[in-house]
């Protein structure tokens, strides 16, 4: 069993404490996805797992084994980078072995296991050729081969697939996916971008200065969110933050934004008469047609991706532009204003220290 | 416009042609055309004979011993600096205390002339009081006086001492550039797949350095060539020819002797020899180019 545990890791470099008491459990087979901006945290956790940088405080186990201070080729883990670390004087096969070499396998046993890597990858032809004459992608893919033939307990990746273009990427991703699926193994898997994150993980875990401030499915992430950094984080286009203010005078909470006023009738929140922070997913701003708008807005821009048009839109109440999806047939145009409401059901409101309410 | 550009061109590039025409072509293309004559570098009378200078050399004892002595300071003044370069670099590299402070004293000696090196070093040899046999006194108990730079069986190998302990700081400052320049990855990918020091550095960190050593060695050559002074200066050659070498030799038959039309033709092989060697040099550089880019 390969489960991951962190428990209560701290890191510090000198003076300053980058890591803050991390605590996660990752199951065994589970892919975990850290995803947080840059310089949060994410691959230097990612680092003291592989035991490439040395923990400050707590402990790391990997199945029932304590590996806080063991070195890194005795974790049984095997991680890919973001520049793919191939060793250029060498071949692809060479590359692939290249562990094995080191710990002195015969040569037919390692043309054996490199020979069935390289089919597994799907990168037989290449085995010949130096990393220089691969393509991004394909040296990506020998360096998980590298990563394979290990067969290591732990599979941890460093951004692996930041220096691929968008649609290679796509590609990778999900033979990654695939991978997953077919190794018995427990993955753990660094990124900046939330749609690697959203497509790839079984739970995702969002980092910020160090410290994790939620942990989660990626649906239970996407709507749950703990607070305006991880609902601000997850999604693309991100929320829209609208700052207003809860009225209970008249009973049920209202909130009320510029000239428009949403109920807030969520009974499970408990809400203070006050300032909140309302967040709205582009989806959940609808145009109000045969119905009473709660607003209405000016189109700024209109981004026509293919599949859906994204509207960018000016309002009294917002110094930054809303951002709404449409149907793509919509004929929606700059400057046009549009008569909007609320899907007041999927509107979250956060508390003036950001945390969801 | 174009036309205009390429008269600029033309102007900007005359000055260092013109240099280069007088200073280089000029004698190359004399030394040729000298090699086959046999001017003794004064008189106005001279003719021409033909390759009788070029079948000389197949006759001549002194050229071929310059020849096997050329061979191995070419070897000696490569390897030796390359190799303890390498060492100093690493050493330093591994973040030893002083590090710093040890770069910069072996790399001093590559900032004084050859001749101030070879000066120092006839001292240190010197029989009497040179530091060398005092050394070797204190840790023997003994009082050595052996001639090292006169006898002729150590009078090349001290010259190509000097030259080492001259050259070594300049090898070592361009493979401390190159350690710096291999990815921290492909070291971390070591420390994941368990490498020993011994495995990471022959399998990765030496051929990683492989476009620092085209440098080193490429500079080395190149300058063990071009290594004339500090022979001059320590032995000029001696004792009996044991570290004449075939710039020396061309020296000595073309301004000791006067023949300066023979003299010609051995610097007209001493050229042939560098290009074969530049030739070579370029041909592993693409080849090194192709796979670390």
């Known amino acids: 069993m390969a489960r991951l545990v962190l428990d209560n890791i701290t890191k510090s470099f000198g003076t300053v404490q980058v890591i803050n008491g991390i605590d996660l459990a990752i199951a065994h087979r589970e892919f975990v996805v850290f995803v947080g901006p840059s310089g949060c945290g994410k691959s230097t956790m990612l680092r003291m797992i592989a035991g490439l940088e040395s923990v400050s405080g707590g402990r790391i186990v990997i199945g029932d084994r304590d590996v806080t201070h063991v070195a890194p080729s005795k974790r049984e883990i095997a991680m890919v980078f973001q520049s793919y670390a191939l060793f250029p004087h060498l071949t692809v096969a060479e590359n692939i072995g290249f562990g094995l070499r080191l710990a002195n396998t015969p040569k037919a046993e390692i043309d054996r296991q490199v020979g069935e890597v390289a089919r597994t990858l799907q990168i037989e032809q290449l085995l010949e050729r130096k990393p220089r004459h691969l393509s991004g992608g394909q040296r990506q893919r020998v360096a998980i081969g590298r990563s394979i033939i290990r067969n290591p307990k732990v599979f941890l990746f460093d951004e692996p697939l930041s220096n691929l273009d968008a649609s290679l990427r796509v590609q990778m991703r999900l033979e990654i996916a695939r991978l997953h699926q077919r190794l018995d193994a427990t993955m753990v898997y660094v990124t900046h971008d939330q749609t690697e994150a959203m497509s790839l993980a079984d739970r995702i875990v969002v980092f910020n200065a160090g410290r994790i401030e939620q942990v989660g499915t990626p649906i239970e992430l996407y709507e749950k969110p703990a607070n305006t950094f991880v609902a601000g984080f997850i999604g693309a286009p991100s929320m829209n933050f609208i700052e207003a203010r809860i009225d209970s005078s008249g009973g049920a909470p209202i909130a009320r934004f510029g000239p428009a006023s949403i109920p807030l009738a969520d009974a499970e929140r408990r809400f203070q008469p006050g300032g909140v922070t309302l967040g709205v997913r582009p989806e959940h701003i609808l145009i109000a047609e045969g119905r009473t708008p709660d607003f209405t807005a000016t189109v700024e821009i209109v981004e026509k991706l293919g599949a859906e048009s994204l509207v960018y839109l000016q309002t009294g109440f917002s110094p930054d532009p809303v951002t709404m999806r449409v149907s793509p047939e919509h004929p929606v145009k700059p400057g046009d204003s549009l008569p909007l409401c609320l899907d007041q059901n999927r509107v979250h409101c956060f508390a003036s220290d950001g945390a969801a309410i | ?293």
């Open chain 2, 1 to 293: 416009m174009e036309r205009e550009t390429g008269v600029w061109r033309l102007v900007f590039l005359a000055l260092p042609l013109g240099v280069f025409t007088v200073l280089v072509i000029w004698p190359l293309a004399s030394s040729f055309y000298y090699s086959f004559t046999n001017w003794n570098g004064f008189s106005d009378n001279f003719e021409f004979v033909g390759f009788s200078n070029f079948n000389k050399l197949w006759t001549d004892k002194l050229f071929f011993n310059a020849a096997v002595n050329t061979a191995i300071w070419m070897v000696a003044a490569v390897l030796i600096p390359t190799l303890l370069g390498l060492g100093l670099a690493l050493l330093i590299d591994s973040r030893i205390p002083g590090g710093p402070v040890f770069k910069s004293i072996f790399y001093f000696p590559i900032c004084l002339s050859a001749v101030v090196v070879g000066q120092i070093w006839i001292w240190i040899y010197q029989p009497d009081w040179g530091l060398l046999n005092v050394a070797i006194g204190a840790v023997t108990g003994s009082s050595p006086d052996f001639a090292w730079l006169a006898k002729p069986d150590t009078a090349l190998g001290s010259v190509i001492a000097a030259w080492a302990w001259q050259h070594t700081g300049l090898a070592m400052v361009i493979y401390l550039a190159g350690l710096t320049s291999i990815p921290e990855d492909l070291l971390e990918v070591c420390e994941i797949e368990g490498a020993s020091t011994w495995q990471r550095l022959r399998v990765v960190i030496i051929p990683l350095l492989t476009p620092a050593t085209v440098v080193v060695v490429a500079l080395n050559v190149i300058n063990s060539l071009k290594g004339f002074e500090i022979l001059y200066i320590m032995t000029g050659g001696g004792p009996f020819n044991s570290s004449d070498t075939l710039a020396m030799h061309m020296y000595n038959e073309s301004f000791k002797k006067y023949l300066m039309g023979y003299g010609s033709a051995i610097s007209v092989v001493l050229f042939i020899v560098a290009l074969t060697i530049i030739g070579i040099y370029f041909r592993e550089l693409k080849k090194v180019d192709e796979i670390y880019g």
